[in-house]
């Protein structure tokens, strides 16, 4: 565990004075009267692998700093769906994870705000652009990732394959490769979990090297027109399952068991983001067969990679013990060591780099972090996506294009792709007036 730094501390301490000021007298929530933060919390993770383990530990710790507040876990598989839904309620626990697909001007409806943007810049990454709204931030990082594509090194190398692809021509010839001289399936698509698809969509601004590529979906009639990176993506997924490369009933997928497939190298390659590669590694016999690979495509013979912060942690708005809900999200960010413990970008800009993306050097390649909304355009593309109905960042829509690929649906990619780009211009226009 990391020591809590001076900064946090100060973070911490200004923050239960203001709140002791705006309660009148400590009367605040969380807060005795003497300023002490204590109160029972229930914190909501996606996490069911190790709550019982790690996060145990993470409670000892934290409890023995914060001798007045008792911390309780909520593991839930189904993280998106089940809060999502859950939010039409006030009982969403105290800390949460922010689901995706919350729209940013819905935060302050959700969530208490944690500080300014401009504050909190100076400490943290991923806030600008990320869970903020009118100069609001509203919910810090559990961990940053690079986005790309988890694999086992043993497996490629049996099928000959040396070289990291640079196009999905490429990455398709090595599928073929892995599926003519493995015994192992080459890509795995996580279907019946669905929420392993989502991580698809994490690939904005990889295609186009272009960090405003989010905002720009405001701004087209047809996102899935050839060429454009919704295109590129998607094809790709629908390319790899269409000739046979990836699991053969999709339906009985299962994402626990998928690492240990992976790691024994009975499964190739996943598309995640590099939050995955310490699950990967923990799951597999020899830990140095799994690698990362940057998305197959190139601008200007250069690799682009999208980094950005995984959940973030907030504070329910209804929650009673808002200080000590803080008190755990600060902790969580500063002291829990769980970004470096799962390989991932600190959330702290003075924290520690990762080794799991070691594979990424000696290659030709650009991080790049998406450019947060222009002013009058929060939430702009949420609120068509919504309007369409399409879910980039749920399952539906991905699941729909492997049926089609797998022949279950009768549609053909034409036909999803041009179902899609309708639904897009119509949600548009309607948004627009």
Not at 268 to 292: R, T
Not at 382 to 391: H, K, L, T, Y
Not at 410 to 428: M, T
Request: aromatic content about 10%; hydrophobic content about 35%; charged content about 25%.
């Amino acid at each position: 565990m990391r020591k809590r730094t001076a900064s946090t501390t100060a973070v911490t301490t200004s923050l239960v004075l203001a709140l002791a000021a705006c309660g009148g007298g400590g009367d605040e929530p969380g807060a005795t009267q003497d300023g002490e933060i204590a109160g029972d919390i229930t914190v909501l993770t996606q996490r069911t692998d190790i709550v019982d383990t790690v996060f145990a530990e993470y409670k000892e710790a934290f409890e023995a700093e914060y001798p007045d507040v008792s911390v309780t876990f909520e593991a839930i598989t189904d993280y998106e769906g089940e809060v999502t839904t859950r939010m039409s309620t006030t009982d969403y626990g105290d800390v949460l994870l922010i689901p995706n697909s919350i729209n940013p001007t819905d935060l302050p409806d959700f969530f208490e705000p944690l500080g300014t943007v401009e504050e909190l810049s100076d400490t943290y990454r991923f806030v600008a652009t990320e869970q903020a709204y009118g100069g609001q931030v509203y919910g810090i990082a559990i961990t940053g990732n690079a986005q790309g594509i988890v694999y086992n090194k043993a497996v490629w190398e049996e099928a000959g394959v040396t070289e990291v692809p640079t196009s999905p021509e490429e990455f398709l010839d090595a599928l073929e490769a892995v599926q003519e001289g493995t015994d192992a399936i080459p890509l795995y698509t996580n279907y019946a979990d669905g929420w392993p698809l989502t991580q698809w969509e994490g690939h904005r601004g990889t295609v186009t090297a272009d960090p405003e590529a989010a905002n720009a979906l405001a701004h087209t009639d047809a996102p899935w027109a050839e060429g454009e990176e919704h295109f590129v993506i998607d094809s790709l997924l629908f390319d790899a399952v269409e000739a046979g490369y990836t699991e053969p009933d999709p339906v009985t997928t299962n994402w626990e068991e998928s690492k240990g497939l992976l790691g024994r190298g009975e499964v190739s390659a996943m598309v995640l983001g590099s939050w995955a590669i310490v699950q990967m590694q923990a799951a597999a016999e020899n830990p140095d067969d799994i690698g990362y690979l940057p998305f197959p495509y190139q601008v200007d013979g250069t690799f682009h990679v999208n980094t950005g912060g995984d959940y973030k942690n907030g504070i329910n708005v209804s929650s009673e013990n808002k200080a000590a809900a803080r008190a755990w999200i600060d902790w969580f960010a500063d002291e829990s060591g769980y970004a470096t413990d799962e390989g991932g970008l600190s959330p702290r800009l003075d924290g520690p780099d990762p080794d799991t993306l070691s594979d990424f050097e000696g290659l030709d390649l650009e991080y790049i972090e998406l450019a947060p909304a222009p002013d009058g355009e929060e939430g702009l593309v949420n609120e068509i996506d919504s309007q369409a109905q399409i879910g980039f960042w749920s399952p539906d829509y991905r699941q729909r294009i492997v049926d089609a690929a797998r022949g279950a649906s009768g549609e053909s990619k034409e036909e999803i792709f041009a179902d899609l780009n309708d639904r897009w211009a119509a949600a548009r226009a309607a948004v627009a007036d």
